[in-house]
C-alpha cells in the first residue's frame, strides 16, 4: 500500500456560462488541473469522473485525447465529486495506477432540482405530492435542531451573510456580491426558517485533481497536498436524511457522523487539528448541523461559534473559506472537488484574499448528497 498526494488543481468558474457546455467546463479544468502538475494527459493512468446532467464523464477523452487510459464513470448524488476522487485515490493505493485524475463538471437548467421518484425506490405518488422537494425537508431538519440544541434561528442569517462575503473574494464563484444578515433574513421565506438566499442553486462549473503516489509528488509539485483519508459511508436504519418517508422509533445518527469518524481514524488526526474545512451547506442550515456532525465541535456549541466569528477566515476553525454551495452555487458533479480544491490552495497558501492566516497545515472536507451518502477527506501539507 501507498499514501497519495494531490499535486494538480483546476477549476471552471462555478454559475452560468451561456454557451459553453458542461463537458467542455470539464475539460477546461482538467486541463488546469494538468498544467498545474506540469504533466499531459497521456500521463494519466486512470481517471474517474462524473457529472449528474452533461453525459458520460468519460467522453472527455474525446477532449482530452484517445490514449486508451482506463476511465470509470462516477454518479452517486451531490457526492459525487467525493467518489471520484475516493475511485482515483484507490487505484493508486492498491498500484493500479501511479498518477491518476478526479474529475466532476455539471451544467443544470434553471429552477430547483426534479428528481425522478423511481430512481430513489420511492412510489410515483411521492414525488406527485411534493415530497421530493429538498426545502421542506432541509427546513424541517435545521427546525427540528435548533430547538434540541436551543439555537437561535437567526444564526442562520449569519452563516450565509459569511458565505456571501467569502464568495466575493473568490474569483470562481458565482454570486460574489456580500449581503447582510438583515437582508438574508428579510428575503422571501421558503420553508419556515429558512429564506431565499439561505439556500444555494443549481449552477454549472467543473473541477479536477490530479493525484499521484507520494514518492512521486516531488516531481509534480513543489507543495503537494497528501490526502491522508476520504472515507464514503452510505445512510443508517433510523437517520433523517433527503426524501426519508418516515421517522422510526429508534434514531440513528448520519452518514456524515460515520463518514467523517472513519476519516480521522484512517488519517490518524482528530477534529480538533482541523484548521481550515469545507463542508456541505445546501442551506445555512447544513452548515451549522454537519460542524458537529463531522466532530469540529460539539452539538449546539454551533451558535457561540458563529457569532464569535470563529468560522470566518480569520477565525480559529474558517469554514467554507471560498463561499461553499450558497456563493457558488450547486453543480452536482462538481462539488465535493470544488471542496478539495478550495483546501488544496489554502494548504499551499494560494488562496490569495481569502487565505486563512497562520500557514494552515491541516484541511477536512465533508460533502452529503441524497438519499444520504457523505464523502469526507483529510487533506496535510
Known amino acids: 500500500m501507498t499514501g497519495v498526494s494531490i499535486v494538480g488543481v483546476g477549476i471552471h468558474r462555478f454559475g452560468r456560462t451561456d454557451g459553453v457546455s458542461g463537458r467542455d467546463q470539464g475539460a477546461a479544468a482538467a486541463r488546469a488541473a494538468l498544467r498545474d502538475a506540469g504533466l499531459s494527459w497521456n500521463d494519466i493512468g486512470f481517471a474517474a469522473g462524473g457529472s449528474h446532467s452533461s453525459g458520460a464523464a468519460d467522453a472527455l477523452v474525446s477532449d482530452l485525447g484517445l490514449t486508451t487510459a482506463p476511465f470509470v464513470n462516477v454518479s452517486n448524488g451531490c457526492a459525487t465529486g467525493g467518489s471520484a476522487l475516493a475511485v482515483a485515490a484507490a487505484m493508486i493505493t492498491s498500484g493500479a495506477a501511479e498518477v491518476a485524475l478526479a474529475v466532476g463538471f455539471d451544467k443544470h437548467d434553471r429552477g430547483a432540482f426534479n428528481p425522478d421518484p423511481a430512481e430513489f425506490g420511492l412510489p410515483e405518488w411521492y414525488g406527485r405530492t411534493g415530497m421530493m422537494v429538498t426545502t421542506q425537508f432541509f427546513a424541517m431538519k435545521i427546525a427540528r435542531y435548533l430547538h434540541d440544541h436551543d439555537i437561535s434561528p437567526d444564526v442562520l442569517s449569519a452563516v450565509a451573510e459569511k458565505a456571501f462575503g467569502n464568495g466575493a473574494l473568490n474569483e470562481f464563484a458565482w454570486r460574489r456580491k456580500p449581503m447582510t444578515a438583515e437582508a438574508i433574513a428579510g428575503s422571501m421565506m421558503l420553508n419556515p426558517p429558512l429564506t431565499q438566499y439561505m439556500f444555494c442553486s443549481p449552477g454549472e462549473g467543473a473541477v479536477a485533481v490530479v493525484l499521484c503516489r507520494d514518492d512521486l509528488a516531488a516531481r509534480y509539485s513543489p507543495k503537494p497536498v497528501r490526502l491522508r483519508s476520504v472515507s464514503l459511508r452510505t445512510r443508517r436504519y433510523g437517520s433523517f436524511e433527503v426524501w426519508s418517508p418516515h421517522l422510526t422509533a429508534e434514531r440513528a445518527v448520519s452518514p456524515t457522523a460515520d463518514a467523517a469518524a472513519a476519516a ?32 469540529l465541535c460539539k ?26 454551495l450558497i456563493a457558488n452555487g450547486e453543480p452536482i458533479g462538481a462539488s465535493g472537488l470544488r471542496q478539495v480544491h478550495e483546501i488544496v490552495l489554502q494548504l499551499q497558501g494560494r488562496a490569495g484574499a481569502r487565505q486563512v492566516p497562520g500557514d494552515p497545515s491541516v484541511g477536512f472536507t465533508q460533502v452529503y448528497g441524497a438519499p444520504g451518502v457523505s464523502a469526507c477527506t483529510v487533506l496535510t501539507r
Open 299 to 324: 452539538h449546539g456549541a454551533q451558535e457561540a461559534l458563529i457569532r464569535a466569528g470563529e468560522t470566518a477566515i480569520g477565525g480559529s476553525l474558517p469554514i467554507n473559506t471560498d463561499g461553499g
Open 264 to 295: 480521522f481514524a484512517d488519517a490518524g488526526i482528530g477534529p480538533e487539528e482541523v484548521q481550515v474545512a469545507q463542508i456541505q451547506d445546501s442551506e445555512a442550515g447544513a452548515e451549522v448541523m454537519h460542524m458537529a456532525e463531522t466532530g
